[in-house]
């Protein structure tokens, strides 16, 4: 019972949901590994891009990154996307930001 509940605490952090990511690739993991790689580099861009650009293109830009998130499970980077989306403040760019910086650290040890 204690393992389950460690177990469960540990998901509910993780940056990545593996489960949700393993289902999209149809458990592929070489398909698993390219997708986290195209995400990593994607929202390296995008991250970079939304911290330079006006209000209208910085939503453009979350809405991409949101989409590309809910695709390898990063829900957390999608809720931080969506938020960005309504109103593209300072303050949600740097939660963006920490939420992409988490999932890319994530997918570091995922790679290894």
């Known amino acids: 019972?204690?393992?389950?509940?460690?177990?469960?605490?540990?998901e509910a952090a993780a940056a990545?949901?593996?489960a949700h990511l393993t289902r999209m690739t149809?458990?592929?993991a070489a398909l698993e590994r390219e997708l986290l790689e195209l995400f990593d580099r994607q929202a390296e861009l995008l991250i970079a891009r939304?911290?330079?650009s006006d209000p209208a293109t910085v939503a453009a830009l979350a809405h991409t990154?949101?989409?590309?998130?809910?695709g390898v499970g990063a829900s957390e980077v999608?809720?931080?996307?969506?938020?960005?989306?309504?109103?593209?403040?300072?303050?949600?760019r740097a939660v963006l930001a920490a939420a992409v910086?988490?999932?890319r650290a994530e997918i570091a040890v995922i790679l290894r």
């Open 1 to 10: 019972m204690a393992q389950a509940a460690i177990r469960d605490r540990d």
């Open 16 to 18: 990545i949901d593996r």
């Open 26 to 28: 149809f458990g592929e």
């Open 50 to 52: 939304i911290a330079q």
């Open 65 to 70: 990154l949101k989409g590309s998130a809910v």
């Open 78 to 92: 999608a809720a931080a996307a969506a938020a960005i989306e309504q109103a593209p403040t300072t303050e949600r």
């Open 101 to 103: 910086a988490r999932a």
